[in-house]
Each structure stands twice: as structure tokens, then as C-alpha cells.
């Protein structure tokens, strides 16, 4: 490895983007993570100063690479390799709320799949 790389999935787990290499690293190769615009696999070497897109749990992450390290560290250590530039999370009041049937209804009727589908914003047809 040159001085001064380190891979793309190896630091997004360093600083805790990720739980796992392995999550990590699925995450590049489904296009969910993009360095300085463009897609990248997970042997991309990062450098300082490269901005990274993560789109992971519903949630885009934009970071700045302020510190390479490839072991994973405290939290607070781990902050300090990076700069978020992320936008805020929405407020749980504007997440989609998730319909709850009453326990032992039975199955949903084509009249309340329908229901559940037009809620979740979903069209057949």
C-alpha cells in the first residue's frame, strides 16, 4: 500500500460509517458510495481531502477525509478522521409512519392490501 492510501472500504468501517468490512464493502459494490462524484469499488485508494457519499439505512452521509486510518477506533478518534458535511436527518415526524394491523385480524383483505399499498405510496398497474 503507498504512503498515504488507504482502501475505501477499510475506512469507511475505520471511522464507523459501517459495522462491517463486509457491509462496507457490499455498500461499494451496490453503488452506495461515490469518491469525489464517481462510483467507486471497494479497493479504491482514498487519499486526504477526498469528499465521500455513503447512502446507507435511508440516510445520504457526506463526509470529508481529514485522516487516513485503516484499524478501528473510538468514537471519538474516528471523528476526528473526518469532516461531516452530512445534511441533518429528517425529524421523526415526517418519516413515513408504517401501518399497524391489530394482532390476530387475520390476513388483510385485497381491500386493505390495496389500502396499505396506496399508504406506502406504491401503484400496481
Known sequence: MADGTCRVDSWLWSV????TRAAA?????????????TVVKPARLLAVGDEVRVRAADRERIV???RLITKRVGAP???ECMIDRSP????????????VRDRG????????????E???GRRDG
Open 16 to 19: 464507523r460509517l459501517f459495522k
Open 25 to 37: 464493502s457490499t455498500a461499494c459494490k451496490g453503488g452506495h458510495v461515490l469518491v469525489n462524484g
Open 64 to 66: 470529508e477525509v481529514a
Open 77 to 79: 478518534v474516528a471523528a
Open 88 to 99: 441533518p436527518p429528517p425529524p421523526r415526524e415526517h418519516r413515513a409512519a408504517v401501518p
Open 105 to 116: 385480524s387475520g390476513r388483510p383483505t385485497k381491500r386493505d392490501r390495496r389500502e396499505m
Open 118 to 120: 396506496r399508504l406506502r
